[in-house]
């Protein structure tokens, strides 16, 4: 998260998310563990996630975009090339015929709006804030698919199995799926997962 402590102490206590000694308390716990104290409010369930984008974007005069219940869309996020869109922790949530709007952790990035007036050349662009954790998150559709990434590895010829199953973690951990299973069958391994399914043969596991 991208942000001035002080601005944020003030907008909080503006909008009276926060008493005047609920900071004095977590001002303390930052200078004594050496840590933010926006930990210390979440820590102690003083403010949501929520809330405090919703702080930081007011601090920066900004709509916030909570990217949770409300996703950018995978077609949307791919018109930022992954290079720019990582470089600058940016995402597209909506273009319109005259205008687009984007969402980043850093709207003060001078740097920003003549990179993105690159690849929008005659659109009006709007900034919105999200969390870091968030955008960070929307990255994965960046990542080419498992199929993909699974015949890379077979091809190199290389730790087949033990290389699958990690792409197979990462991804069930990026999709924070419930579970995993795996199905044997007489001539390959069918594993579906809650949010894709991929056939492999066996003889090549």
Not at 53 to 75: I, K, M, T
Not at 105 to 111: G, I, L, Q, T
């Amino acid at each position: 998260m991208k942000f001035e402590d002080t601005t944020i102490k003030q907008t909080l206590l503006k909008e009276n998310y926060l008493t005047e000694e609920d900071i004095k308390r977590a001002d303390e716990f930052a200078k004594t563990h050496r840590a933010s104290f926006v930990e210390y409010l979440l820590q102690e369930n003083l403010i949501t996630k929520d809330l405090l984008g919703q702080a930081v974007a007011e601090s920066h005069n900004v709509p916030y975009a909570d990217l949770n219940s409300e996703p950018a869309l995978p077609e949307q996020i791919q018109k930022i090339p992954e290079e720019i869109a990582k470089k600058y922790n940016v995402i597209l949530l909506k273009e319109e015929k005259n205008s687009i709007t984007v969402t980043t952790d850093n709207p003060k990035n001078a740097e920003l709006l003549p990179s993105l007036k690159k690849l929008f050349a005659v659109k009006k662009i709007n900034i919105a804030y999200s969390l870091t954790e968030d955008i960070t998150a929307s990255f994965v559709h960046y990542q080419k698919p498992l199929e993909t990434r699974f015949s890379k590895i077979i091809g190199n010829n290389g730790r087949v199995a033990p290389e699958l199953l990690e792409e197979i973690f990462a991804d069930a951990l990026v999709f924070h799926a419930s579970d995993i299973h795996f199905e044997p069958q007489q001539q390959d391994v069918f594993r579906p997962r809650r949010l894709f399914k991929v056939r492999m043969q066996r003889n090549n596991c």
